[in-house]
């Protein structure tokens, strides 16, 4: 029974460190704004429904929603565009 528990909280540990993201992560340009906010409230449903089994962020959810955007919702579709065209603005101000 005690090893049963240890297991159950390691793997609670485990889960909540994998979806956990550094504070440095947090403040990054790519994560601030209102259009990723947008994101995040808009394409939920379009991450469950199409690409669920990948890690929260990573680039194998962006390939994803790449490769799948013809299917995504219409307001996971605007907030995406409006997040690439004010991340290609600081791209452009940056240089």
């Known amino acids: 029974m005690h ?7 390691a793997l609670v540990l485990a889960g909540a ?9 947090q403040e990054g ?9 947008a994101m995040r409230a808009n394409c939920g449903g379009d991450y469950l429904r199409l690409c669920a089994g ?7 959810v962006k390939a994803c929603f790449r490769r799948n955007r013809p299917n995504l919702s219409e307001g996971c579709s605007r907030a995406i565009a409006a997040y ?5 603005g600081r791209l452009e101000a940056d240089d």
Do not use: D, I, N, W
């Not at 090893?3 to 909280?9: F, K, S």
């Not at 340009?29 to 906010?37: A, I, L, S, T, Y």
């Not at 690439?84 to 290609?88: P, Q």
């Open 3 to 9: 090893v049963r528990l240890v297991a159950v909280t």
């Open 17 to 25: 460190l994998a979806f956990s993201r550094p504070a440095s992560a």
């Open 29 to 37: 340009p790519e994560r601030e704004g209102p259009e990723m906010e």
């Open 54 to 60: 990948m890690k929260p962020g990573g680039p194998e």
């Open 84 to 88: 690439e065209r004010v991340r290609a």
